[in-house]
């Protein structure tokens, strides 16, 4: 374990998933958690039914369902995914959300990336 230093603690970036949690009436609320030197933390929080109309990304990302549970769809294919699920994207490939309930999402972004591109295809 490393000491923690007054050195250490300006490196570190610290925030949490689960707490000051916002949702919108009309589509899926994205908030920029964390914005790194390697990545970018975004919370996507679904009210039920809520969808991110088909899309795709530039780069590779990570998607993690934190809390309930989400239909994630690939080039039309359909994926049920429940709270713990982990998976990864290749850039370029179409892809969709659902919730299926109230749900919380973890999407990790390349550093080159932009946030806001995300909160644009969650208002389509």
Known sequence: ???LTAANLLAMLH?????DIQFHDDNPAVQLLLDTDFTKEIRIAFRPDQLMKEHQTPFPIVVEVVRGSIQFGVNGQHYD???GALLSLAGGVP????AKEESIVRL????SDRA???AGVAEQ
């Open 1 to 3: 374990m490393f000491p």
């Open 15 to 19: 925030t949490s998933l689960l707490k």
């Open 81 to 83: 995914l429940e709270a």
């Open 95 to 98: 892809h969709d959300l659902r």
């Open 108 to 111: 990790t972004l390349s550093k």
């Open 116 to 118: 806001n591109r995300v």
